[in-house]
C-alpha cells in the first residue's frame, strides 16, 4: 500500500487548504484513513480519522474547523482545513490501518504511511 499526500503550501491565517491522500489500493488495509501532524519540536499528534463506511472522528483542537472525506472510486479520502490558525503549521500525514475501532481513534495501529506534505500558516 502507498499513500500520497499533496496539497500542502502557505497560506494565511484564517484561510483554507484541501489535502488529499491517494492510497495506490482499494483494499481491507485501507478502510481506515487517518490524517496526523507533527509540528516542529513536537510530537505527532492524531488530527482525524475516516473509515469507507463513513465513520469520522476528529481531534478536539480541530473539530469544526477540518472535515475529512473519502471518495472511494478515487481512492482518495481529503483533509478539507478551514479557518487554519499559525498553530496549525506541521508536517502532515496521512496513514492507514483495517479496523475502526478505539485504537484507530486514539491515533494508534497504522500500518501504512505518506511522505508528508508541509502546511504553513502565517500571521
Known amino acids: 500500500v502507498q499513500l500520497v499526500e499533496s496539497g500542502g503550501g502557505l497560506v494565511q491565517a484564517g484561510g483554507s487548504l484541501r489535502l488529499p491522500c491517494a492510497a495506490s489500493?482499494?483494499?481491507?488495509?485501507?478502510?481506515?484513513i487517518g490524517w496526523f501532524r507533527q509540528a516542529p519540536g513536537k510530537e505527532r499528534e492524531f488530527v482525524a480519522a475516516?473509515?469507507?463506511?463513513?465513520?469520522?472522528y476528529y481531534a478536539d483542537s480541530v473539530k469544526g474547523r477540518f472535515t475529512i472525506s473519502r471518495d472511494n472510486a478515487k481512492n482518495t479520502v481529503y483533509l478539507q482545513m478551514n479557518s487554519l490558525k499559525s498553530e496549525d503549521t506541521a508536517i502532515y500525514y496521512c496513514?492507514?490501518?483495517?479496523?475502526?475501532?478505539?485504537?484507530?481513534?486514539?491515533?494508534?495501529?497504522?500500518?501504512?504511511w505518506g511522505q508528508g506534505t508541509q502546511v504553513t500558516v502565517s500571521s
Open positions: 475516516n473509515s469507507r463506511r463513513g465513520s469520522t
Open positions: 489500493e482499494r483494499s481491507d488495509s485501507t478502510n481506515v
Open positions: 496513514a492507514a490501518r483495517p479496523l475502526w475501532d478505539r485504537v484507530a481513534v486514539a491515533g494508534g495501529g497504522y500500518d501504512y
